[in-house]
């Protein structure tokens, strides 16, 4: 009887050892999961600076706001307006990639993330990079030159 209660006991402790892991894997994925879930979206930049107008920009664009991304535009941008690239995939995401700012000047390059959902293999995504050009005007950045991608004139009166 000793031989079996001691085979009990060890056949037992593999089972609580293994509840045990089992236990950390799920506390460690739920808290992931709650992590990942939790946090919000990128932190807004200063308005104020160029890389904060083009955060705002694009943003305005993405959520399909084209009034609000046309306040972002230089008079001389308005008018150069060419219409919008319908073919193109709408792009998922603009990721800032570096800023100079001189005086009145000032160069946001930024990675444009597109997205398509048709395919041989199912969606697929592509990146470029680009760059926005931007004027001081009245002591206010504005966007001189928008990457293509990222053009929308459907506000903008078209000049003859």
């Known amino acids: 009887m000793d031989d079996t209660a001691a085979t009990e006991r060890t056949s037992r402790r593999p089972d609580r050892i293994l509840l045990a892991l089992v236990g950390v894997v799920a506390v460690l994925v739920v808290v992931a ?30 959520d399909g706001d084209a009034a609000t991304a046309a306040s972002y535009l230089t008079e001389g941008a308005k008018i150069r307006c060419r219409g ?13 990639i570096s800023t100079t700012e ?3 000047t000032a160069t946001v390059r930024v990675s444009i993330v597109r997205s398509s959902q048709g395919g041989p293999f199912g969606p697929s995504e592509y990146e470029m990079e680009d760059a926005f050009s931007l004027l001081k005007v009245d002591g206010k950045w ?19």
């Open 33 to 62: 999961l709650a992590v990942v879930f939790t946090r919000g979206g990128p932190a807004p930049l200063d308005e104020s600076s160029p890389a904060g107008v083009v955060q705002r920009y694009s943003k305005a664009l993405l």
């Open 84 to 96: 919008t690239y319908a073919n193109d995939p709408a792009p998922a995401r603009v990721v800032l």
């Open 102 to 104: 001189r005086t009145d």
């Open 142 to 160: 504005l966007i001189d030159q928008p990457p293509y991608p990222l053009v929308d004139c459907s506000v903008v009166p078209v000049k003859p």
